[in-house]
């Protein structure tokens, strides 16, 4: 089966860990993105990687971090300097210059 | 700063009726518009625009780009429940990172 997954769906952590959340993809995509999406709102880019080993910040990558040490996995890494974490978390890759497709996404609470 | 506004917010609708939804932008480096339905999860891909004026058609839904006045509709004709979603905008910008801006969303109910 050809896509994007994601791990876990949903994930439930107290204030002050850290929490990685997963995504893989098998399509052979050189690049992957990780968006936020929040109630009533449209998804803010975090992270992106074109190709492995190196990524950029988006515009809220504050209080997150990525690692790309493989093509087919881009892991985002919610700290405890993200004030508020919780949220939709959504992972997307593309072909380079291709239109993104993204992952089922993970609902992250923070209690 | 680049921005994307669509509206309504929100929507709803009873079955069969016809509906367009709308997206404006302001960005710098406009490359395209993307059209995007979730349903709960994932958002999946509707359509790329680039050019203005060239209707993009796929079943009941339909969308055209307007480059000049920077703005584009999405119409949905003979709405079914199953078109209950929310309908994501997005800019993409030139650049060989392909980032995307996205609009709030369009929340379409469709009642039978």
């Known amino acids: 089966d050809g896509g994007i997954t994601q791990s876990p769906k949903y994930l439930f952590r107290k204030e002050g860990q850290n929490v990685t959340l997963s995504c893989e993809q098998n399509?052979?995509?050189?690049?992957m993105y990780w968006y936020r999406q929040d109630p009533g709102q449209g998804l803010r880019l975090i992270y992106y990687?074109?190709?492995?080993?190196?990524?950029q910040k988006g515009d809220i990558a504050e209080g997150y971090s990525v690692s790309r040490e493989k093509k087919e996995s881009f892991p985002l890494t919610v700290t405890s300097a993200q004030k508020n974490p919780t949220a939709f978390y959504l992972c997307?890759?593309?072909?380079?210059?291709?239109?993104?497709?993204f992952g089922p996404g993970t609902r992250l609470t923070v209690l | 700063e680049d921005k994307v506004v669509q509206s309504p917010l929100s929507l709803v609708v009873h079955e069969g009726d016809t509906v367009t939804l709308n997206c404006s932008y302001e960005?710098?480096?406009?490359?395209?518009l993307l059209w995007y339905k979730q349903e709960k999860k994932a958002p999946t891909f509707l359509f790329m625009l680039?050019?203005?004026?060239i209707e993009k058609k796929s079943g009941r839904l339909s969308s055209i780009l307007d480059k000049k006045e920077l703005f584009s509709i999405l119409n949905i004709t003979a709405t079914q429940t199953g078109d209950s979603a929310v309908y994501l905008c997005?800019?993409?910008?030139?650049?060989?990172?392909?980032?995307?801006?996205f609009g709030s969303g369009t929340q379409l109910t469709v009642l039978p």
């Open positions: 997307a890759s593309s072909h380079q210059g291709g239109t993104q497709y």
């Open positions: 399509l052979n995509h050189d690049a």
């Open positions: 990687s074109q190709i492995v080993n190196d990524f």
């Open positions: 960005v710098t480096n406009f490359r395209s």
């Open positions: 680039t050019s203005s004026g």
């Open positions: 997005a800019v993409e910008l030139r650049g060989s990172a392909r980032q995307l801006t």
